[in-house]
């Protein structure tokens, strides 16, 4: 009888802290009807607490760069822990038949600078051939300076014609102030990138992490490397550990993150429990279809993950995660169908119940 007593308050518990999540529509086509839709979210806090939410503007249709003559990058800000937004403001717009996506942001914690990365085409002379951008901004993404490439430096001989892309979403800076993140070559693995002098050059870890798709990175409090991996029609994700600063790689599966084949959010988190920092996980949580976008915890370090907790029951794509001022969650989806990009607050509580 206390057993079903105690499920009964765990369900009711879950409920009431389901009823609480409020999710604020930032990008969808009724705020801009020339817009054929908007995709591929990306947040990150600044030193300051500034929430920056980084999307693309995908206009002509909501083909990806290899077919859309016209992707820009737009953003909004939030100055108040994601309560209000600033309007819609397009950093990136080349012109017809230049596109750019799949924005991505690190956060520089010691030179406050914000980078944003994101993916280039020229259709109509390079069609097919993919460049790799960077922009930074020093003053919380009021402005940004003009873009640099940066593909020479991350890529090998040889890849020039290869479809790659800098996964979206977010990197890392580690401990020691490296800067961290991750790229795909879908013929050769997914690679870890990174800068040692805050963005002022950029390098390669030379080794393919395969099987592996869109990823994320993070550092481990022992300060190994931990890559969590998009497979394809497997159901599943993959996880790569480093434990040498990427010279060599130990890989595997993670059957209970169960995933559709879809980019996700990963980040550490100080939960305060059992005196263990936490890895906090978000996908659309399923074996087969983009739905259930939910979070998952692990307390060591990625090895096990506990029971997921649904965000959303419908229909739900990529996200991304950050962690705000008051140390709550803020959580950044696609939702039904991709007419709409969400964000939405988590309380730390929420996620122990």
């Keep these: 009888m206390r057993n079903i007593f105690n499920l009964f308050v765990l369900i009711f518990s879950f409920s009431v802290y389901s009823q609480e999540l409020v999710f604020k529509n930032l990008f969808d086509t009724t705020m801009n009807p020339s817009v054929a839709c908007y995709r ?108 640099k490439e940066i593909t020479n430096e991350i890529i090998k001989d040889g890849w020039e014609k290869d479809f790659m892309f800098i996964t979206s979403g977010r990197g890392i800076q580690t401990k020691d102030g490296t800067l961290l993140h991750c790229l795909v070559n879908l013929n050769k693995g997914t690679h870890v990138f990174g800068s040692i002098d805050h963005g002022e050059s950029w390098f390669l870890v030379d080794f393919p992490l395969i099987p592996g798709d869109e990823s994320k990175i993070v ?56 005196n263990k920092n936490a890895l906090l996980f978000s996908n659309a949580f399923s074996s087969k279809d983009r739905v259930n976008l939910s979070l998952s915890v692990s307390f060591d370090q990625g090895k096990n993950w506990g029971k997921s907790k649904t965000v959303y029951k419908g229909e739900s794509a990529y996200s991304s995660i950050t962690i705000l001022n008051n140390g709550d969650i803020g959580l950044f989806f696609e939702k039904d169908n991709y007419s709409k990009n969400v964000f939405v607050k988590i309380p730390k509580k929420w996620i122990l119940k």
Excluded: Q
Aim: aromatic residues 10%; contains cysteine; negative net charge.
């Design 219 to 274: 550092e481990l409090s022992n300060g190994d490397w931990l890559v969590n991996s998009r497979l394809n029609s497997k159901g599943y994700r993959y996880s790569h550990i480093s434990n040498d600063k990427g010279l060599s790689w130990s890989s595997f599966k993670n059957n209970e993150l169960l995933d559709p084949g879809c980019n996700a959010g990963l980040i550490n988190y100080s939960l305060n429990y059992k």
């Design 40 to 147: 591929i979210p990306a947040i990150v806090t600044t030193n300051n607490g500034v929430l920056i939410a980084a999307i693309d503007e995908r206009n002509i249709s909501c083909g990806d760069l290899r077919s859309n003559r016209d992707i820009n990058i737009v953003i909004r800000k939030s100055y108040d822990n994601g309560e209000s937004w600033s309007e819609i403001e397009k950093i990136i717009d080349y012109p017809l038949g230049e596109s750019a996506s799949d924005p991505s942001l690190i956060v520089d914690k010691v030179t406050d600078e914000i980078f944003m990365f994101y993916n280039y085409m020229d259709l109509d002379k390079a069609k097919d051939v993919y460049k790799f951008m960077l922009i930074k901004s020093s003053d919380d993404g009021k402005s940004w300076t003009s873009p």
